[in-house]
């Protein structure tokens, strides 16, 4: 037989240590009519127990997943600063072209007329690009 999943298995040692505290209340007391008081009041205080004990949980994992998504991405923007991010930052600043420099082919939007639209050549086709 398939062993029981990991939850299967401690939902029922849950269940199974709740009887056996249950049957030692009832050997040392002997009042049934206290004991299912008491569970009834600890039923209809399960659901808020249930929901805080959600929150929290869902909140402490959704943070520790956020850190340590956050640490990968801390250590890959390193790793690539540490080896080309450096000389990348400073070599496309230095080789970048004065603004007078750079050819005329895109500018401000005009639209075109018959003619025009006629001469246009689609892409900087003739034009070198210092890059």
Same mark, same amino acid.
């Given at each position: 037989?398939?062993?029981?999943?990991?939850?299967?298995?401690?939902?029922?040692? /849950?269940?199974?240590?709740?009887?056996?505290?249950?049957?030692?209340?009832?050997? @040392?007391?002997?009042?049934?009519?206290?004991?299912?008081?008491?569970?009834?009041?600890?039923?209809?205080? /399960?659901? @808020?127990?249930? /929901?805080?004990?959600?929150?929290?949980?869902?909140?402490?994992?959704?943070?520790?997943?956020?850190?340590?998504?956050?640490?990968?991405?801390?250590?890959?923007?390193?790793?690539?600063?540490?080896?080309?991010?450096?000389?990348?930052?400073?070599?496309?600043?230095?080789?970048?072209?004065?603004?007078?420099?750079?050819?005329?082919?895109?500018?401000?939007?005009?639209?075109?007329?018959?003619?025009?639209?006629?001469r246009f050549q689609p892409g900087p086709v003739g034009k070198r690009f210092p890059?």
């Open positions: 037989m398939k062993l029981l999943n990991w939850k299967i298995q401690l939902g029922l040692a /849950l269940v199974g240590a709740s009887a056996g505290l249950y049957a030692l209340n009832y050997l @040392i007391f002997r009042d049934t009519n206290y004991m299912l008081r008491l569970f009834l009041a600890q039923l209809g205080f /399960l659901p @808020i127990s249930v /929901l805080l004990v959600t929150i929290i949980l869902n909140q402490l994992l959704g943070q520790r997943a956020k850190a340590a998504k956050l640490a990968k991405l801390n250590m890959v923007i390193g790793a690539f600063f540490s080896e080309v991010g450096g000389g990348a930052l400073k070599n496309p600043v230095s080789l970048r072209p004065a603004p007078s420099r750079l050819p005329a082919a895109g500018g401000p939007y005009q639209p075109l007329d018959r003619a025009g639209f006629c890059y």
